[in-house]
């Protein structure tokens, strides 16, 4: 069961340039979430989805972009680079706890490091 | 609007010594706490969590109990060991509905030495 995969791992961009980052789930669930975790700064909420063909905006939304074509497959999007978008970027996925324990309990996957020059 | 305050780091800790990280949060309603951990070079694991006032979280030795009257959540652990040297992250959600995202503190970085 490899739960949540992220790729790449690592990347390095030049200003201006643009990539997809790539976050698959095997377990079937409904939502999924980007994080970017920058130090002394915590994780924040890029973007979310709550299910196939549905997106929504986080906490630092600007500058990404991301699609949830594929139940298990949500993607991140930096249209052009730039140096502030250097980060460690994780994606996770989540299930809603049976009924009555109201958690919403997130798997992530391992992050992948990217250095925008 | 909702929002999580940890300790700062780093905390350095010997081998079996008594741990605290305090953690306070701001949230409207009846929030659902957790403790996610994150050893070097990885992702974050759940540790614990609790979804009601009083509840307690615990999980490999690792406790923390949800204090409403004090909006507070500290991580304790009575006996630390190396292996234990990580990244520790208090979050809430602050909303039952499914889907809803966690908000994170900053984290607190854990290291003990033999």
């Known amino acids: 069961n490899a739960g949540v995969t992220q790729t790449p791992k690592f990347r390095v961009l030049k200003t201006g340039q643009s990539m997809t980052l790539l976050c698959a789930q095997d377990m079937n669930h409904e939502y999924m979430y980007w994080y970017r975790q920058d130090p002394g700064m915590g994780l924040r909420l890029i973007h979310y989805?709550?299910?196939?063909?549905t997106t929504a905006k986080g906490e630092v939304p600007d500058g990404y972009n991301v699609s949830r074509l594929k139940k298990q497959n949500f993607l991140l999007g930096l249209e052009s680079a730039a140096p502030s978008q250097t980060s460690v970027y994780f994606c996770?996925?989540?299930?809603?706890?049976?009924w009555g324990s109201g958690a919403n309990v997130l798997t992530f996957g391992a992050g992948s490091r990217l250095t925008v020059l | 609007g909702n929002s999580v305050t940890q300790m700062e780091g780093p905390v350095t800790l010997s081998e079996e010594a008594f741990l605290t990280i305090n953690c306070t949060y701001t949230a409207t309603g009846y929030p659902s706490l957790f403790w996610y951990v994150q050893y070097p070079g990885e992702g974050l694991q759940l540790l614990l969590k609790?979804?009601?006032?009083?509840d307690k979280g615990s999980n490999k030795g690792f406790e923390a109990t949800y204090r409403k009257e004090t909006t507070s959540f500290h991580l304790e652990k009575g006996s630390v060991q190396v292996s234990d040297s990580a990244v520790y992250f208090c979050a809430l959600s602050d909303s039952d509905q499914a889907g809803t995202a966690l908000i994170f503190g900053k984290g607190t970085t854990l290291s003990v030495s033999s």
């Open positions: 989805s709550v299910g196939e063909g």
């Open positions: 609790a979804t009601k006032a009083d």
């Open positions: 996770a996925s989540s299930y809603f706890e049976a």
